[in-house]
């Protein structure tokens, strides 16, 4: 990073974790920010497609999403600054985290929205998003899977993908996972589009890398 300036991904998380201990202890706040598909389709309340990803269900959803954001999110947001300078390089990350916690939100609002009783919350959307523009520029770099099995970015999101369908075909752990998946294809497609459009000979450069697996 830039001196030692604090980073956008540490920003996001001490935010993220303000709101959401509001969240815990604030009842009102918490039904103002949930995603309540209903009330977005009744009301016009758009703002829930992203407050509802600065609020939590409890201590560990917060700690997960947080770690594995500060993990990922760190790495993008330096190739970000590195390719385009500080101001374009923090408004691009900007836009994959936070579009990633909206293009989540989604599914729930096409499928929910005459559903009174519905309700969503949480980051994953966004970390999502991060955790696979990441699997795009770096998709060999190693990620320990519960800290133990060794696993390369590219294809721990496609295991990710699978695992997601799968639960979101089963139901029953109230759990959006619809929400993870969208917000992780935005994430891979919003950072392929940004590299075509602002230098197509570094995307080439990332696309060359994805095609040549140090496993071959």
């Known amino acids: 990073m830039e001196g ?9 998380i001490i935010f993220t974790c303000i709101i959401s201990y ?27 497609f992203l407050s509802s990803g600065f609020l939590h269900g409890s201590w560990i959803h917060l700690g997960i999403n947080m770690f594995v954001l500060y993990q990922f999110g760190e790495q ?31 599914p729930s609002f096409i499928k929910h929205s005459n559903n009174q009783y519905y309700s969503a919350l949480g980051a994953s959307g966004g970390v999502a998003g991060v955790l696979f ?4 520029l ?46 992780a294809v935005f994430g891979y497609i919003s950072i392929i589009i940004i590299f075509l459009i602002m230098n197509p000979n570094l995307f080439q450069a990332y696309f060359h890398i994805f095609l040549t697996s140090p496993f071959q």
């Open 138 to 183: 770096y998709p060999w770099s190693i990620l320990l899977l519960y800290f133990v099995l060794p696993i390369p970015y590219i294809i721990a999101g496609i295991l990710y993908l699978f695992y997601e369908s799968y639960m979101d075909k089963k139901g029953g752990d109230n759990v959006a996972h619809d929400a993870h998946m969208s917000g």
């Open 22 to 48: 509001q969240g815990f202890n604030n009842q009102q706040m918490r039904n103002d920010f949930l995603m309540r598909p209903a009330s977005v389709k009744e009301f016009g309340q758009y703002y829930r």
């Open 76 to 106: 993008l947001e330096f190739t970000l600054l590195q390719h385009f300078g500080g101001l374009a390089g923090r408004l691009f990350y900007l836009l994959i985290y936070l579009g990633s916690i909206i293009f989540g939100a989604l």
């Open 133 to 136: 523009a990441c699997s795009f």
């Open 4 to 12: 030692a300036q604090i980073s956008l991904t540490l920003i996001i």
